[in-house]
């Protein structure tokens, strides 16, 4: 019978076609991650300091106008009738839940120190499996299922756990390696989606196509706050001189 199982060297040529492909988006999102965080402090240092100046202006010109006749007061924030309950961390008291009891279980008959067989002969997975149990007791004191799943997901997935070097050992530690790089690349693609739903990232995106266009939107808001800090300077200074005409 043919077995369905790849082979040995498929499995190689797969892992190591991941590990390339993780190894160029991470590149990828870490040049977005710092193009972003240019951009930031670009913002930050030529226009952050123009709206700190703009700001205080506005807020003398609202209250020229307000005495000067031309504006109504600005009405006081109205309290919710019926403020919402703040939610409440769980006690550590209260009782588990079935589901995380069962969690914990499941972690615990994988993971427990005392579970250890021959094969677990390294140091290493010796300190894995008490640093893991000892973390996955914190998150069952805390009432913490996600880090339970957590736990259990990386004990099952890391390639390094899996010792001897038997050709089905071999095989289960690059199908693990496989695993962990799929799921990286899945944590990629969200981490690229989050960033471009930024604020940051949706105005680099504005920037770039007015580039593309001719034109510099970055100056165009500078000196479009510019303009403000000018014109509210000429507007309280106008409602100044009216104020001591009537004075």
């Excluded at 006081?76 to 009738?81: F, G, K, S």
């Excluded at 588990?96 to 120190?113: C, E, I, T």
């Excluded at 930024?198 to 680099?204: F, N, P, R, T």
Aim: hydrophobic share 35%.
């Amino acid at each position: 019978m043919t077995s369905l199982q790849p082979a040995p060297d498929a499995t190689r040529e797969h892992v190591a076609s991941l590990e390339l492909t993780v190894a160029t988006r991470e590149t990828e999102l870490a040049a977005l991650k710092a193009q972003l965080h240019a951009l930031q402090t670009k913002y930050l240092d030529e226009i952050g300091p123009l709206y700190a100046e703009l700001i205080p202006i506005d807020e003398a010109v609202a209250e020229a106008e307000i005495a000067a006749g031309l504006r109504a007061p600005d009405e006081e924030p109205n309290e919710p009738t019926e403020p919402g309950e703040p939610r409440e961390p769980v006690p550590c008291g209260s009782l588990p839940s079935d589901n995380l009891k069962d969690l914990f279980r499941d972690v615990a008959r994988a993971v427990h120190p005392d579970l250890s067989s021959h094969h677990d002969v390294d140091e290493r997975t010796r300190y894995r499996r008490h640093s893991l149990m000892a973390e996955a007791n914190r998150a069952y004191a805390e009432r913490d299922e996600d880090r339970l799943r957590l736990i259990l997901r990386a004990w099952q997935h890391d390639p390094d756990l899996i010792v001897g070097d038997n050709p089905a050992a071999e095989e289960e530690r690059l199908n693990r390696r496989a695993s962990r790089l799929t799921t990286r690349l899945v944590e990629i693609d969200a981490e690229f989606a989050d960033l471009r739903r930024s604020a940051i990232s949706q105005l680099k995106q504005k920037i770039d196509d007015t580039r593309a266009q001719g034109w510099d939107l970055f100056a165009e808001m500078r000196r479009q706050v510019e303009r403000e800090i000018a014109m509210g300077r000429a507007t309280l200074a106008k409602l100044e001189r009216r104020a001591k005409r009537r004075g």
